[in-house]
């Protein structure tokens, strides 16, 4: 499953929420055709699925997102129709990521307050567990923020794997990972509190979900071994 982002869908006179020419001007044409998600119809790349005991609310941060926008009512309907007794894990992604020690260039930054203002009280609202985003090239973990400050911050199980729990919600934990492949983004010296992990390095995630656990290892793509290991508990 996918999430439409700026090279896919931004260009000039496209509708876009950015003004950029970076889909080169296919506007998602080609997207759309060869990853056909189960979206409510073209050029609407926003959906949901379920996949064990996950709902997944996958949204496109290059079409409107403002309040009252038909994304934005699509957004809250989605997330307050979550059956957390049968699906008790809510993941909230997207492109662009809402926390980022990336600025990004002096024209266009990678993280787009208006976009956080926004869009950022439902992911309070519907007790969203983990927000994943993409855009940035590398890896960041976050600890359980909302407007900029740390709610909880996770501790050490057994094995020593940081774990925030959940049984008293405090806020989503936000994951930026953009390390798949292409040339990777270096960070500042200095970072927000907010920031936890860091890293720099070619890589995947894979996720595994109990109705108990969720479970995010980030992988090293070239020595195969875990550079950051995180769950959440309820």
């Given at each position: 499953?996918?999430?439409i982002?700026?090279?896919?869908?931004d260009?000039?006179a496209?509708?876009s929420v950015y003004?950029?020419?970076?889909?080169?001007?296919?506007?998602?044409?080609?997207?759309?055709?060869?990853?056909?998600?189960?979206?409510?119809?073209?050029?609407?790349?926003?959906?949901?699925?379920e996949?064990?005991?996950?709902?997944?609310?996958?949204?496109?941060t290059?079409?409107?997102?403002?309040?009252?926008?038909?994304?934005y009512?699509?957004m809250?309907?989605?997330?307050a129709?979550?059956?957390r007794?049968?699906?008790?894990?809510?993941?909230?992604?997207?492109h662009r990521?809402?926390y980022?020690?990336?600025h990004g260039g002096?024209?266009?930054?990678?993280?787009?307050?208006?976009?956080?203002k926004?869009?950022e009280p439902?992911?309070?609202e519907?007790?969203?567990?983990?927000?994943?985003?993409?855009?940035v090239?590398?890896y960041?973990?976050?600890?359980?923020?909302?407007?900029?400050?740390?709610?909880?911050l996770p501790t050490?199980?057994a094995?020593?794997?940081d774990?925030?729990?959940?049984?008293n919600?405090?806020?989503?934990?936000h994951?930026?990972?953009g390390?798949?492949?292409?040339?990777?983004?270096?960070?500042?010296?200095?970072a927000d509190?907010?920031?936890?992990?860091?890293?720099?390095e070619f890589g995947?995630?894979?996720v595994?979900?109990t109705?108990?656990?969720?479970?995010?290892?980030y992988v090293n793509?070239n020595?195969?071994?875990?550079?950051?290991?995180f769950q959440?508990?309820?």
């Open positions: 499953m996918t999430a982002g700026n090279h896919e869908r260009y000039v496209s509708e003004i950029t020419p970076d889909s080169g001007g296919e506007c998602g044409v080609p997207y759309e055709t060869y990853f056909q998600m189960p979206t409510p119809a073209k050029d609407k790349p926003w959906y949901s699925i996949q064990g005991s996950v709902h997944f609310t996958v949204i496109s290059e079409h409107d997102w403002s309040q009252n926008s038909e994304q009512e699509w809250k309907s989605d997330m129709s979550v059956d007794t049968r699906t008790p894990w809510l993941i909230f992604t997207g990521p809402m980022s020690s990336v002096i024209f266009l930054k990678n993280v787009d307050e208006n976009f956080v926004n869009v439902l992911l309070m519907n007790k969203v567990d983990l927000a994943l985003w993409g855009h090239h590398n960041e973990r976050t600890c359980a923020v909302y407007q900029k400050e740390c709610k909880a050490k199980d094995s020593g794997i774990t925030y729990d959940n049984t919600y405090r806020a989503p934990v994951a930026v990972i390390m798949a492949g292409f040339t990777l983004d270096k960070f500042p010296y200095v509190e907010w920031s936890l992990v860091r890293t720099a995947y995630v894979r595994h979900a109705r108990n656990a969720l479970t995010i290892e793509a020595t195969r071994k875990l550079e950051d290991s959440i508990t309820r």
